[in-house]
C-alpha cells in the first residue's frame, strides 16, 4: 500500500468517526440515502438526486454526509446519472468553496443546477423524450431543495424544544412526503415501508396540530401515492388522521380512533386490506416513544400565535441557535487541528459556551420552589489590615440558588482585588449556563494571565437547588463545608490546588449532597478554620445549633473565631434550609 493512499485511508476513518460522533451527520446521511431511493429502477427519474444534500447544506450543515448517503443509494439502486450527479455537485461544491470560501443559499441552488445541466448531454440527449425526462429531473431536485431545508430545520426546532412557524410545519410535511414517498420502494411480505412512515407521521401530525394537522396527513398520503400506494391508503390515511386529531391530548384514545377508522377503512374500502396493520404500526410507534419526545412534539406543532414582539423574540432565538451552531463547530474544529494546549483549551470553552447557548433555548420556565435558604454572612479583616481579602456573593443562575466564597492570597486591596475578580467573572459565567468545569478552567487561566506577582485565590462554591433539594459543592484550594442536621455534623472535603498556581490544573470535582429543611451548611475561609482548630466542630453545633437566625449564628461563630485568634482574615457564610 503506498503513502498517498495510506493517507486517504487515514483521513477518510477520521471523517467517518466524526461523523460517527455527529448525530447531525448521521441524521444527513441517512436523509441522502433514503431520499436517493425515490423514483424509478435504473435508468427512470429520481427526483431528488442532489436534493438532500443541497437542502441540508442550505440548512446549515456540511453536504458531504448526505452526498455520500445518495450515491450509495443511486448506486445500489443502478441510477447511475443520479450517482453522477451527487458526484459532480460535491465537486462543484468544493472547488465553489476553494474559490470563494463560502456560499450562500443561492449559490447552494446555482451549483445544484449547474451539476444537472453538465451532466444531461451524457444521460439525457438518446431522444427527446430523455431530454424532458432529465430536465424534469433537475426541475423536481431544485424545487425538492428548499423543502428538505425547512423540513430538516423543523426538526432541528422541534429537538430544541421550540415552536415552529407555519412555513417550518409544511417544511416538515414535506420532508415527510418525500420520505414516505422514498421508503414506498422498501417492502417486505407485502408491508411498504413508505406506508408506515406515513401513518406514524400522520398520527404526529394529528397529535401535534390537531384538525390543521390534518392536511399534513392527506400531503403524507399524496406522497405515498406517488411512490406507488393506491388512492385508497391515501385517502384512508387522511380519514383516519382527522378521527383521531379531535382527542389530540388523550393519546390512547386518539391512538384508539386512528386504530377504529383504519379498521372500517379496511373492511369497507376497497385496496384497504393492510390498513389496520399501518393504522396499528403508526400509532402503536408514537405511544412507545419517551414522553419528552412527544412533548416537544406537540409545543413544536401547536398553532403559533405571534404578534411585533413574539416574532423578534423569534429572531433573536434564531440568531442564539445560529451562534451556538457556529460555536459548537468551531470547538470541533479546534479539536481536531489543535496542536497545543490552548489550541484545546479554547476548544473545550467554545463547546461550553455552544452548550450554554442552547441551555438558554431548551428553558421550560421556572420549576417550582419547595425549598428556600436563609442565608448569614459575617467577616473582619485580619488584625491591622485595612480590608479583608475575602470576598462573598449570592446570586441566582438557572433557577439555582448560588453562593460563592473566595479567600485571596495574603489580605488587603490586593487580595481582595484577586478573591472578587474569581467570584465575579466565575458568578456571571454560570449565571448565563455555562457548564461548572469549563468556567472554572477559564477563571484560573485568566488569573493566570493577569498575575500580579504571587497571587491566587480560593473558591468555596454552592449550587442549591430549591425545587428538589439537591446541593452541589465545587471546592478549589478552600477548606472544609459543613452541613449540620439535627446536631449531627456531615464534612464536604476535597483537596484541590487554588485558582491561579497551574494552568492546566484540574477542575475541583463536584460533590453533592441532598439537603433537609432545618439543615444548615456553613462556608467559611482558611482564617476562621484555622483560629478555631480542634473547636471548630463544637463550636458549630453550639453557635449555630442553638442561634435564632442563620445571621445570628454566623456573627456568633465568627466572635468565636477573633476571641481565639487575629492572624488572617475571617469570613463565614451559613445558609439554613427551609
Avoid at 437566625?549 to 488572617?568: C, H
Wanted: proline share 4%.
Amino acid at each position: 500500500m503506498g503513502l498517498g493512499e495510506k493517507v486517504i485511508r487515514r483521513g477518510l476513518k477520521a471523517r467517518l468517526e466524526a461523523w460517527r460522533q455527529d448525530p447531525a451527520a448521521l441524521l444527513c446521511l441517512g436523509l441522502g440515502l433514503l431520499l436517493s431511493l425515490a423514483g424509478e429502477r435504473e435508468w427512470g427519474l429520481a427526483p431528488f438526486c442532489g436534493a438532500g444534500a443541497a437542502g441540508s447544506w442550505m440548512a446549515g450543515y456540511a453536504p458531504w454526509p448526505a452526498l455520500l448517503g445518495g450515491m450509495l443509494g443511486s448506486l445500489f439502486t443502478r441510477r447511475y446519472a443520479a450517482a453522477a450527479i451527487c458526484l459532480v455537485y460535491g465537486l462543484l461544491s468544493l472547488l465553489w468553496l476553494i474559490w470563494r470560501g463560502s456560499a450562500q443559499r443561492p449559490d447552494k441552488l446555482l451549483l445544484l443546477g449547474a451539476a444537472h445541466l453538465i451532466l444531461l448531454p451524457f444521460f439525457y440527449f438518446r431522444s427527446v423524450d430523455d431530454c424532458m425526462l432529465g430536465l424534469a429531473q433537475a426541475s423536481l431536485s431544485l424545487f425538492s431543495a428548499p423543502l428538505i431545508q425547512k423540513g430538516i430545520g423543523a426538526l432541528y426546532a422541534i429537538y430544541h424544544k421550540q415552536t415552529l412557524t407555519e412555513e417550518s410545519q409544511w417544511g416538515l410535511w414535506a420532508l415527510w412526503a418525500m420520505v414516505s414517498m422514498a421508503a414506498m420502494s422498501l417492502r417486505w411480505q407485502g408491508v411498504y415501508l413508505g406506508c408506515c412512515l406515513a401513518a406514524f407521521g400522520a398520527f404526529c401530525a394529528a397529535a401535534g396540530a390537531g384538525i390543521v394537522g390534518v392536511a399534513g396527513a392527506a400531503l403524507l398520503g399524496a406522497g405515498t401515492m406517488l411512490g406507488g400506494a393506491s388512492l385508497a391508503f391515501g385517502g384512508s390515511l387522511t380519514l383516519c388522521a382527522l378521527c383521531a386529531a379531535p382527542f389530540r391530548r388523550r393519546p390512547w384514545i386518539m391512538a384508539a380512533m386512528f386504530l377504529s377508522a383504519g379498521a372500517l377503512c379496511a373492511l369497507f374500502v376497497p385496496d384497504g386490506g393492510n390498513m389496520i396493520l399501518y393504522a396499528a404500526l403508526g400509532s402503536g410507534a408514537y405511544l412507545l416513544l419517551p414522553g419528552a419526545f412527544t412533548r416537544s412534539l406537540r409545543r413544536g406543532l401547536q398553532p403559533a400565535r405571534q404578534g411585533a414582539a413574539g416574532r423578534q423574540l423569534a429572531r433573536c432565538r434564531a440568531r442564539l441557535r445560529d451562534m451556538s451552531r457556529v460555536f459548537s463547530r468551531l470547538a470541533a474544529y479546534l479539536e481536531q487541528q489543535a496542536q497545543s494546549p490552548a489550541d484545546r483549551f479554547l476548544s473545550r470553552q467554545l463547546g461550553a459556551l455552544s452548550q450554554a447557548l442552547s441551555g438558554l433555548l431548551e428553558g421550560e420556565g421556572p420549576a417550582p420552589r419547595n425549598f428556600s435558604l436563609s442565608l448569614g454572612t459575617a467577616a473582619c479583616p485580619k488584625a491591622g489590615s485595612p480590608q479583608s481579602g475575602d470576598s462573598m456573593a449570592t446570586l441566582e443562575a438557572e433557577g439555582l440558588s448560588l453562593l460563592l466564597l473566595s479567600d485571596g492570597m495574603g489580605s488587603g486591596a490586593a487580595a481582595h482585588r484577586e478573591s472578587t475578580d474569581a467570584i465575579a467573572l466565575l458568578g456571571e459565567l454560570l449565571r448565563i449556563g455555562m457548564e461548572t468545569g469549563a468556567a472554572l478552567e477559564l477563571v484560573n487561566r485568566l488569573l493566570m494571565a493577569g498575575k500580579r506577582g504571587d497571587m491566587y485565590a480560593t473558591l468555596d462554591i454552592l449550587l442549591f437547588d430549591p425545587a428538589s433539594g439537591g446541593a452541589r459543592f465545587i471546592k478549589q484550594g478552600a477548606p472544609p463545608s459543613y452541613i449540620l442536621r439535627r446536631g449531627r455534623i456531615y464534612t464536604i472535603h476535597a483537596e484541590t490546588l487554588p485558582l491561579g498556581i497551574l494552568s492546566e490544573a484540574a477542575p475541583a470535582p463536584v460533590q453533592e449532597a441532598a439537603l433537609h429543611k432545618g439543615d444548615a451548611v456553613v462556608l467559611m475561609t482558611d482564617g476562621l478554620f484555622d483560629a478555631l482548630g480542634q473547636e471548630l466542630l463544637a463550636a458549630i453545633i453550639e453557635e449555630i445549633g442553638a442561634a435564632n437566625t442563620a445571621q445570628d449564628g454566623a456573627e456568633a461563630l465568627l466572635r468565636r473565631g477573633r476571641e481565639k485568634s487575629g492572624q488572617d482574615d475571617m469570613t463565614v457564610l451559613v445558609a439554613r434550609v427551609g
